[in-house]
């Protein structure tokens, strides 16, 4: 079967935290009256696979269509050791604040943790209402310093606080505490993974009213205390034929750009990986493989790796702000 543009049916996700801000951009399938924290628009877990919305494979989940394709769909560049599709890709909407948790390395878990998997992630901040993060500890805290606050109760205070505004970028590294607060929306690209140590929820209880679990132990055999002084990414723009580009990040588990499209683009989609494409803003048409898919805000696809050529056309009435993902050493958006 001839590879075509996948366009991502997504999953839906029940949080404590999540509130109703992303039905602006998923009203027509938003399930009503429920507090949805989590938006998976690309997922290949045993917690949740997304599922194909066009073609000959709608319906199908990515789970599924990974089994069928295979390294078509995946590409070269990707390791062998884990049958699933290299990215997740997620919406989350924080009306209130996130637990305070961090997220072990692939390392830590060959070393600690055989059933788990890695987590490097990235964030992209859409919406922030006077919002800020958790990332990392203060200056000068230490394990003997974080045991002791723990004990106390008082970690939220050892936190660093840092402000943020739609467009900022942040890496999450495995081994970064970290927290997402009222009020902030962000795009989150990472390894498919949903290994999470939970150290901190503000006393939060479960539907039961019991005290939702903490990974203490597991959370001293990863976490980083190095103090990050700019935390924010500062990728540069780079004007284009086509509009704008910038190289968001580039390290061992992914590459990620962003762009405005003003104008039609035409790529080839490079053999060593597949693609993840976000629409942020604007609409328009993705054409490949015979497949034609309209997009819009919200709007997620995957471009699989023999997918060869790829043309993206924005609406006449305005441009496309666009985040694409694949593998690290592979440029993604190379005009042709």
Not at 97 to 116: A, R, T, Y
Not at 243 to 270: F, M, N, P, T
Request: glycine share 10%.
């Amino acid at each position: 079967m001839q590879t075509y543009p996948l366009l991502s049916q997504p999953i839906f996700k029940e949080k404590i935290w999540g509130g109703r801000r992303l039905e602006r951009w998923f009203a027509d399938q938003m399930p009503a009256d429920v507090h949805i924290g989590e938006i998976w628009t690309i997922a290949d877990l045993k917690e949740g696979s997304s599922a194909v919305a066009n073609g000959p494979l709608a319906g199908k989940t990515l789970s599924e269509v990974r089994e069928i394709w295979g390294r078509e769909l995946i590409g070269t560049a990707w390791p062998d050791h884990e049958p699933r599709f290299p990215l997740l890709v997620k919406f989350l909407d924080a009306h209130e604040k996130l637990s305070v948790q961090v997220h072990p390395s692939e390392e830590d878990c060959l070393k600690h943790f055989p059933n788990g998997n890695g987590k490097d992630e990235t964030w992209i901040v859409l919406e922030s209402e006077h919002g800020f993060i958790y990332y990392g500890f203060q200056p000068g805290v230490d394990i003997n310093d974080y045991d002791w606050a723990m004990s106390l109760g008082a970690i939220e205070k050892r936190l660093r606080h840092v402000e943020v505004k739609p467009g900022d970028c942040f890496r999450i590294q495995p081994g970064t505490v970290h927290a997402i607060c009222g009020g902030v929306m962000t795009l989150e690209i990472q390894q498919p993974s949903d290994t999470t140590f939970r150290i901190f929820d503000y006393g939060r209880t479960d539907d039961e009213g019991n005290p939702r679990p903490m990974h203490y132990q597991e959370s001293r055999k990863v976490i980083r205390f190095n103090y990050d002084e700019n935390p924010a990414l500062n990728p540069e723009r780079v004007e284009t034929k086509y509009g704008a580009l910038e190289l968001l990040i580039e390290v061992e588990a992914y590459r990620i750009e962003r762009a405005q499209i003003e104008k039609s683009l035409k790529w080839e989609v490079d053999p060593r990986t597949a693609q993840t494409l976000v629409v942020l803003e604007g609409a328009g048409e993705l054409s490949g493989g015979g497949e034609k898919i309209a997009l819009k805000p919200g709007s997620t696809a995957i471009l699989p790796a023999s997918l060869g050529s790829v043309k993206l056309t924005p609406e006449k009435t305005g441009g496309m702000l666009i985040v694409i993902a694949g593998a690290s050493g592979a440029p993604l958006l190379h005009q042709t």
